[in-house]
């Protein structure tokens, strides 16, 4: 059996595992990695980013399998036989799985058989994990790449050229809880009036058809801020790279990030950060590169999706992100510092090429290259 690859995931969908997907694609390309992909099309976002399409097969060819799918799927879809069992024969099994509490759940440790070691994007997660299996588990972040078509600026969005613009998004299927918007919608009308022409606030929410009554609710909560925008409407991914480029800081008060792909890439564009100070993102972002908000943790309190009532998350700082709001509103030389800092960071420490190699190696460690 040949030495390499076979990335087996989400790999058109649009949304965030199916973009972690591709990044690995393009990770394992930068290496000079021999690679193929399955792409594994059973999840409800839509299927349209064809990308690597050319390198998609029906079956693996090389030793090596890597699935980006999580665990709760992972062995759901193997016992039913849509991931083929014949695939898991005689192949070297990797895992690289998302999970953003510190408590890794314990009815998807059933896919730890499955599978000979587990990938994370972030320390946070590798210590979620860890602690529940004896398998080999190890760190390694996504490579961040951006591309941009100049076409997606500002007024084809709609929006106004002459203010500064703070921006958050979330996906319907990562739960407005955890991703939090509520807080940032707080933070922005902490730091300035409804009326203010200098600013704007710009809320992103993919998938928003799948739950109307949620959007009419932010819609309602925002009416009277004429400077608060919301887009509801599907944009493909060269949009989502236009828009976060049109912008001049993006705003995450998470609650627990498994790694924080949008602000990472926020940064790879220049753009300063203002984010909750705990869980995967704080592998790339510091006090130097970034708005770090403080925290406090709380219970989750009731059952959301896959997050239990009695663990815990973070509950940030509102009042501390609002004057970072104003921070930034009013320094233009504090936004380019900390843009410059944070885009050095990404580019230098979790490029494509840098993340490559790292695969590189550890694949090597395992004699599968």
């Known amino acids: 059996m040949d030495l390499g690859v076979n990335l087996i995931g989400y790999a058109r969908a649009e949304f965030g595992l199916g973009e972690a997907c591709r990044l690995a694609a393009k990770a394992l390309e930068s290496a000079k990695i021999p690679f193929n992909i399955i792409n594994f099309p059973h999840c409800p976002a839509r299927q349209n980013d064809l ?3 050319h390198k998609e097969v029906n079956e693996p060819k090389y030793k090596t399998n890597l699935f ?3 665990a709760d799927q992972l062995y759901y879809y193997y016992i039913k036989d849509i991931l083929k069992r014949r ?4 192949h070297f099994n990797i895992a690289y799985w998302h999970w953003e509490l510190p408590e890794f759940p314990k009815y998807w440790r059933r896919s730890f058989n499955l599978v000979n070691e587990i990938w994370t994007p972030s320390k946070y997660t590798s210590n ?18 951006v591309n941009l078509n100049t076409n997606f600026n500002r007024s084809y969005f709609g929006l106004p050229r002459d203010r500064f613009l703070f921006f958050t998004m979330y996906d319907i299927y990562s739960t ?4 939090n918007p509520a807080a940032v919608i707080k933070a922005f009308k902490q730091a300035f009036k409804r009326n203010d022409h200098k600013v704007g606030l710009v809320l992103k929410i993919n998938n928003a058809a799948n739950l109307p009554n949620e959007i009419e609710k932010w819609k309602q909560d925002i009416a009277e801020y004429e400077n608060i925008y919301v887009i509801d409407q599907v944009l493909n991914r ?9 912008i001049d800081s993006y705003v995450s008060l998470h609650r627990a990030e498994g790694f924080g792909l949008p602000l990472a890439e926020a940064m ?4 300063p950060v203002i984010a909750t100070n705990w869980s995967g993102n704080i592998d790339f972002m510091n006090e130097t590169n970034s708005c770090l908000v403080d925290y406090k943790l709380i219970k989750v309190g009731q059952d959301i999706g896959p997050y239990k009532a009695n663990q815990n998350w973070a509950d940030p700082d509102i009042y501390q992100a609002s004057q970072h ?7 233009q030389i504090f936004v380019k510092q900390i843009g410059s800092l944070g885009k050095q960071t990404i580019k230098s420490e979790f490029s494509p090429q840098t993340i490559g190699e790292r695969y590189r190696l550890r694949l090597n460690q395992l004699g599968l290259l």
């Open 51 to 53: 990308t690597w399409l």
């Open 68 to 70: 980006f799918i999580n």
């Open 87 to 90: 695939w898991f024969k005689y």
């Open 128 to 145: 979620s994990i860890s602690t529940k299996t004896t398998k080999p588990v190890t760190t390694l972040p996504h490579g961040i790449s």
């Open 176 to 179: 407005s809880e955890r991703k």
């Open 238 to 246: 060269e949009e989502v790279n236009g828009l976060l480029n049109s």
């Open 268 to 271: 790879y564009l220049g753009k």
């Open 325 to 331: 709001m104003k921070k930034l509103a009013g320094d």
